[in-house]
């Protein structure tokens, strides 16, 4: 069964997003950098709920053109390449090597999980991590703390009143900066 791992930044204040959206305050420092692609080297499906799909095939298409930095001349191929899948009742297709999930979600992720193949990385989003792990999904959750209080926006999970427990896998510190702590589901 491959293994699906919830990859997301946060705030100190634990918001994913900013009080208007904003995602311009995570740090990829250069550990946090080397990090993420040994993470990205064990998975071969990127899984998306459909905000967090928008925002990235915004600009990971044309990701050179709008910037030129080394991780993006490195990740945009990647990216690019690598199958995806759109968790969404309300898109119904979507480009760039892509499925869209919106039916019986259950069933559509444990297939995916029953197939051949390297795991399965949920990059941010809120609601569609909500549900994965409401369904016992997730096997995974990396949660990379960012040393700022962005005062609002997106939570890294929606409020409700069920009490989920975790265990700490491991934590370490990416240039004394970004706390990168992950956690599996407890029995």
Sequence with gaps: MRK???WVHQSVD?????PNGEFDWPELTPELTEYSYAVHEDVDTFLYGRVVWEFMSSFWPVAESIADDEHTRTFAPI????????????LEKADWN???IGGDLYAAVTELKSRDGGGL????GSKAAAALTEL????EYI???HPVVLGGGQELFPRDETRRKLNLA?????????VVSRYTPAG
């Design 4 to 6: 699906l791992t919830y």
């Design 14 to 18: 634990g918001f994913i997003s900013g």
């Design 79 to 90: 990216w690019r390449k690598t199958p995806k899948v759109v968790i969404s009742r309300t």
């Design 98 to 100: 892509t499925t869209v």
């Design 121 to 124: 990385l949920l990059n941010g």
């Design 136 to 139: 016992g999904l997730i096997d």
């Design 143 to 145: 949660v990379m703390t």
């Design 170 to 178: 491991g934590s370490h510190v990416c240039d004394g900066r970004v």
